[in-house]
């Protein structure tokens, strides 16, 4: 067991160190190989639960996804996606209940055709309209929920990286 | 600012093997607002949470990073630490470093800076977490089980015994289910009429439970301790209280040709008519599709030959409306349909029958008495097929099978082979099977004794066809995989053990009910080990094969295990309501309506509000969310167009944080 | 296994385009073969012979010459193992390390009798040109 305890101010500790304790899979990034960020938006009640699912099925994904935790994919904003983008995302996926199993009877609904919209707009701003994705898992889907994992960041580390939206005062 | 602690667990090894715990602590010092961080072996044990306490006392912690498991599995247990310790539970926030990091990640080197990440994206999140009251909501002390077969008695019966008013919806027009068309049960030879209808009739007497048969969910709104439910109870054409259940309707009715679904289409049964003698309540139902009063205005006889006047053609359906705090889905299986095995002869040869109609033939209130016989020609076989997994253990892309395991069928064939032998002196049964499952108190012996006691003929190998032969016989080709020879039986009778299916009626339930099914329809429990009764919606409880193939005594331990949890819900006098809901900043809403729009619970209402705002006094049209009936699924704040609706606990400015934190 | 086996192994697995270790055993191939008493390795066995690797005993065994190639087995398998395509392939890597490679259309009407639906020559042809 080893316990930290803070000595120095908050704002002296923040900025150094922090590389070296990333491993060398994030070192490999600042090497120049390209490793895209994703973003993951999951339902707490299907797409969470398939994550975890997969996790206790042990099927691997790649390290570069992150999961956001979200009541519903109907929680999910526009301006959050976008936000990622300008944040240096490359791609970004929202996974919701299946059509009809909504925990909120109609969030997926909403977010269907509401993410639809958002692509066809990136679509229209020049953005690679395959990096916002969205699909269904259900909380017993784990391998399924692997397999989009493994597609959507092939299909990411092909489209390369994301420089239209991003905004480079963001950027490390 | 916070005063965040960061704990990290190292889970055993579960998540110390791929990710280094204490390089995540390390780290966590350096994000803003921590002023605490650790790593220990089990931060969920006694220990873990003690060392969460004494953190809070020493370091004067306002909130609570965990680095562990999924929330799904101890959120509700760190913020119980946190709430006892003077934290609101609501400024504790889950890193998920074990389900979603170290378990699907293979080494240190990919494992640690992801967890690293989580973490600073839950401190991120933590951050800008507000304290947040949990509301009070009424319970209403009465329970609905939705479905009456054996695990729906048992929980009603359970639940009405501590107390509490239980009503039974029943699609059928009885009460019984399944088991009450088996004949006996294995491994007691128990029969199974004999131990069901006393407790069908102590339903019916319980003065705490009310019997819907004949009847259909319609509508579940609402939440936990308080649903709203509409059941629509379909007209009998029959005035239950008048009716004495004589029958002499049923001798009477001149449309006789109906095939009988209690007999599973065995034999046939009248437009009017109760299934069978023990039915719960013993009142007929007219079948309106087939009778001719109702499809030609004539024939009326049933009515005229009724000596108490129940007979009522005029009766419409009901629909009732009533609250409930909980809710048991108990909804049971039914066998898959067996005509897509044309290789076996289902549907082809009358002799060909499926395991259930077997159980009807061998019943005593069956088609033939109790005597087995051939449905073809009458006659008694003398040598009968049993072949098992019929449609069981396919894989996942077969079009005609299911991929589990039915559970039950390798019992009951052992013992409708032992009653076949009992019930015919020198009779022959082979059963072709490809593997024996016996797992069970007094399984095993049952199917030696069956084997060795009654010469049951094993033979493991599954069958590739059946064909009728002109002299009435049936010639069953199969292998003998032991011996590595063909076999080739001409034999009088062929029972399939079909696989079993959720009953088809729980797919548009799971919807009205919005509970998460699997790939076979099975319901999906909270936890699959810790919750293995309770549904993923609050306040809904599960019992019997609508969550897994299972047999009899499960089930009814299963249905006592549900009828617990639903009384532990109605016991409480106030339920706490989630917190985390929609929440409208009066400065920006317009009052255009959208949110009420998307709104699926209604929790929208709009007020006449005087503001000021830069100084100018003025009356708006202003949002309001009811705390009450919000359940916090965040659809009205993606549609407010000036951005008013937030929802607490995921509010836009944490979710952002997230978002940053993750592209870091 | 001989790195010799191995390669035939994996040739036979790429024509077979299946997976072996979903047979549970049950028997319907064999239950379902009509040429099952002339084969000396039964229609089951197929698929642990492949996954233990004893390639040798199967491309000697009588089975390969006596399929009849009606995909009996293949369609009533309720685990999709496809047994009969994994017969076919033991028989094309035989066929083919004896140098006669493919079956030529000017080969066939000296072997057929001309009542030969003209259909099952297509599908012939088909098949074992993989």
Known sequence: ?172 | MQRIGVFVCHCGTNIAATVDVSKVAEAAKHEPGVVYAVDYTFMCSEAGQNLIAQAIKDYGLTAIVVCSCSPRMHEATFRKVAEENGVNPYMVEIANIREQCSWVHKNMDEGTPKAITLMKTAVAKVNLDAPLQEGEAPVTKRALVIGGGIAGIQTALDIADCGYKVDIVEKEQTIGGRMAQLDKTFPTLDCSSCILTPRMTEVAQHPNIRLFTYSEVQEVSGFVGNFDVKILKKSRSVREKDCTGCGVCMTKCPSKKIPNEFNRGLNFRTAINIPFAQAIPNVPVIDKEHCIHFKTGKCGICAKVCPSHAVDYEIQDEVIEEKYGAIVVATGFDQIDLHKFGELGYGVSKDVISSLEYERIMSATGPTGGHIVRPSDGKEPKDIVFIQCVGSRCEPDDRRGKTYCSKICCMYTAKQSIMTCDHIPGAKCHVFYIDVRTPGKMFDEFYRRAVEQYGVDYIKGNVGKVTPLPNGKLRVHGVDLLDQKEVELDTDMVVLAGAIEPNPSIRPLATKLTLSIDNNNFLNEAHAKLHPVEAATAGVFMAGTVQGPKDIPETVAQAGAAAVKAVALLAKDKLKTNPCVAQPDELYCNGCSVCANVCPYGAITYIEKEVRDHGVRETRRLAQVNPSLCKGCGACTVACPSGAMNLKGFTNRQIMAEVDSVCQ | MTPDEMKVRDYILKIYDGDVTKCMHCGKCSASCPAYGEMDIKPHQFPSYVAHGEIAALMDSKTIWECLGCSACVERCPRGVKPGKLIDGVRQAVIRQRGGSHLYPEQIPAMVDPETPQQLLVSVLRRERK
């Open chain 1, 1 to 172: 067991m080893s316990v930290i305890e803070r000595t120095a101010s908050p704002e002296a500790m923040l900025e150094k160190d922090t590389l070296a304790y990333l491993g060398p899979a994030e070192a490999k990034k600042s090497e120049g190989e390209f490793v895209p960020k994703i973003v993951a938006f999951c339902c707490n009640w299907c797409s969470y639960a398939g994550a975890d699912s997969a996790g206790n099925a042990r099927a691997s994904y790649p390290t570069n996804i992150k999961i956001i935790r979200v009541p519903c994919s109907g929680r999910v904003n526009p301006l959050f996606i976008l936000r990622a983008f300008e944040k240096g995302a490359d791609g970004v996926i929202i996974c919701g209940c299946h059509p009809g199993d909504c925990h909120y009877t109609t969030g997926n609904y909403y977010t269907r055709r509401r993410m639809a919209l958002l692509i066809s707009m990136l679509d229209y701003i020049g953005v690679d309209k395959g990096r916002v994705e969205v699909d269904w898992v259900s909380a017993s889907e784990g391998a399924r929920f692997a397999e989009i994992m493994n597609k959507f960041a092939d299909k990411i580390r092909t489209l390369g990286r994301n420089v239209r939206l991003e905004d480079i005062r963001c950027r490390n």
